[in-house]
């Protein structure tokens, strides 16, 4: 095998996986000092956390006065499937899918709660024309796939007159990107994300349209408890201020507040968006000019600014996963980028996580060690094959 040179600077620091992902920067255990642990998350030190958790998230996000937010369990997950169980059935649904969770919320929808659905699929690297979709029915997509490096560009496309709710998983969106809120009924997205919270925990926001659903319709499905938003007909209103369906982690609840208080600390929605985007323009311009790798977002309208897909397009490469686990192992020995591989649903390539915690001097230092991996790699393919 020819030596190549390795690069002489390294990240500071490695965390770009897709989610848990990198805490915020300066992270410390003892910034959680002041959780109330070992205390019920129904005393009024719990409620206080909880509740302003809720409030901070608002404020951050800028989301609208008369939208409720609600944390819920098991984590983006959890919030989408409350939100499909709770609101699906007195209307069509279209299910839009780009990627893998996206085609998971078309298996709940069709196969578990057996709706008549139309299903819309892009391959991965493209979105669904939102042109064809039909507004006047329930819609569930997601703003970014997570595993495909795709995101909506706006809510252009969503019409305010739509009868139908719009059902959107934001989870790799929420802290990264201008989410409309008028053109969103339900938005869901996870603490583990853009912040770099822990996982478990989800947020489920309800627009009026959404909560006017839920006080109208019952579900003709049975409804697990941690799944039920309403009692009597009524919004039970208690969820979105703090009194959780089931017991939260006061730990995670203070690594939230830790997080929530750094975004406001930089400059709020703005900075973290203004991060992000940073993060992600390093690899873009490290693209030009390599003909060997490219983004697997196909539209530089709609690539993402938070998981960035990458794919290796050398001609020689002729088993793409196997050379994309050993570029990503590579990287992983060198303690260089932990976590950097494709999706195990996604085309083999790496993901390297461009979030608001992550430092766009860390991303600039990981360029130079993904073209010596690739290179390395390259170098050990048989001579019949790299001659080819």
């Not at 984590?75 to 409350?82: C, L, Y």
């Not at 309208?301 to 001609?315: E, Q």
């Amino acid at each position: 095998m020819t030596a190549v040179t390795k690069p002489a600077v390294r990240p500071a620091n490695a965390r770009f996986s897709s989610g848990p992902c990198a805490k915020i920067p300066g992270f410390s255990l003892d910034m959680l000092a002041d959780a109330p642990l070992g205390r019920s998350h129904r005393a009024a030190i719990g409620k206080a956390r909880l509740k302003e958790a809720i409030d901070l998230t608002r404020e951050v996000l800028g989301v609208p006065e008369g939208y409720r937010i609600g944390i819920v369990p098991a984590s983006d997950t959890g919030a989408v499937e409350m939100a499909l169980w709770s609101l699906l059935g007195p209307r069509g649904v279209e299910v839009l899918c780009w990627e893998s969770f996206g085609e998971g919320w078309a298996t709940d929808v069709v196969k578990q709660l057996k709706l008549d659905a139309v299903v819309r699929k892009a391959d991965y690297g493209r979105i669904v024309d939102f042109a064809e979709v039909d507004f006047h029915r329930d819609v569930v997509f997601t703003w970014n796939g997570t595993t495909s490096g795709v995101r909506v560009p706006d809510g252009a496309a969503i019409p305010a007159d739509r009868k139908g709710l719009t059902i959107c998983d934001a989870t790799s969106a929420a802290f990264a990107m201008d989410l409309p809120w008028d053109r969103l009924d339900v938005v869901t997205f996870s603490w583990q994300k853009v912040l770099g919270g822990e996982g478990a925990h989800g947020m489920l926001i309800l627009g009026p349209r959404a909560v006017e659903r839920l006080e109208s319709h019952t579900p003709a499905w049975p409804m697990p408890k941690i799944f039920r938003l309403t009692k009597g007909g009524k919004l039970i209103e208690g969820i979105f201020e703090g009194e959780t369906i089931n017991t939260p982690s006061m730990l995670a609840v203070e690594d939230y507040l830790v997080t929530l208080k750094w975004a406001q600390s930089i400059g709020g929605l703005p900075a973290l968006i203004g991060r992000c985007e940073a993060n992600a323009d390093v690899i873009s311009d490290f693209l030009k000019g390599r003909n060997w790798i490219a983004n697997l977002a196909e539209d530089a309208a709609t690539a993402s600014t938070t998981s960035v897909c990458l794919k290796f397009t050398d001609p020689r490469i002729a088993d793409g996963a196997a050379f994309a686990k050993a570029v990503s192992r590579r990287l992983e020995g060198e303690g260089v980028a932990l976590d950097a591989g494709a999706y195990r649903d996604a085309p083999p390539g790496l993901r390297i996580w461009c979030g608001a915690t992550v430092e766009t001097a860390d991303v600039q230092a990981l360029m130079p060690w993904i073209e010596w991996a690739f290179q390395a790699e390259i170098a050990a393919l048989p001579v019949e094959v790299a001659v080819r």
